[in-house]
C-alpha cells in the first residue's frame, strides 16, 4: 500500500507565502508523478502542478509565476512553494502519487491540507 501524508497548510494573508509537503511511503514504483490539485468549496477539484521523477513540471496557468513544485525523489517527497498568494487560492490542496505498471495505472491521494488565503 501506498500513504501520502501532506503538512504546511494554514492561513496565510494577501501576498504571503507557504510551503506544502507531501510524503509518499509504502510500495512507490521508481519512475512516477508526483503533483498538487486542489479543491475550492462548491468546485471540483483541479490541477496545479506536477513534477516527473525526472524533474518535467508542468504548472496550471493561475499559478504560473507564483508557485514551484519540486521534489526530493531519495525522500519520496514532494513540496509546493506557493507566493503571492491570493484570496482565490483557498482551498484544500490535496497530493497525488501517480504511476503506470504494465499499462495499469496507479493513483493515490493524501488527506489533503487546508489552504486559507485572507486578511
Known amino acids: 500500500q501506498v500513504q501520502l501524508v501532506e503538512s504546511g497548510g494554514g492561513l496565510v494573508q494577501p501576498g504571503g507565502s507557504l510551503r506544502l509537503s507531501c510524503a509518499a511511503s509504502?510500495?512507490?514504483?521508481?519512475?512516477?508523478?508526483m503533483g498538487w490539485y486542489r479543491q475550492a468549496p462548491g468546485k471540483e477539484r483541479e490541477l496545479v502542478a506536477t513534477i516527473t521523477s525526472g524533474g518535467r513540471r508542468d504548472y496550471a496557468d493561475f499559478v504560473k509565476g507564483r508557485f514551484t513544485i519540486s521534489r526530493e525523489n531519495v525522500k519520496n517527497t514532494a513540496y509546493l512553494q506557493m507566493g503571492s498568494l491570493k484570496p482565490e487560492d483557498t482551498a484544500v490542496y490535496f497530493c497525488?502519487?501517480?504511476?503506470?505498471?504494465?499499462?495499469?495505472?496507479?493513483?493515490?491521494w493524501g488527506q489533503g491540507t487546508q489552504v486559507t488565503v485572507s486578511s
Open positions: 509504502g510500495s512507490i514504483f521508481g519512475i512516477n508523478d
Open positions: 497525488n502519487l501517480h504511476f503506470t505498471i504494465n499499462y495499469r495505472n496507479y493513483d493515490y
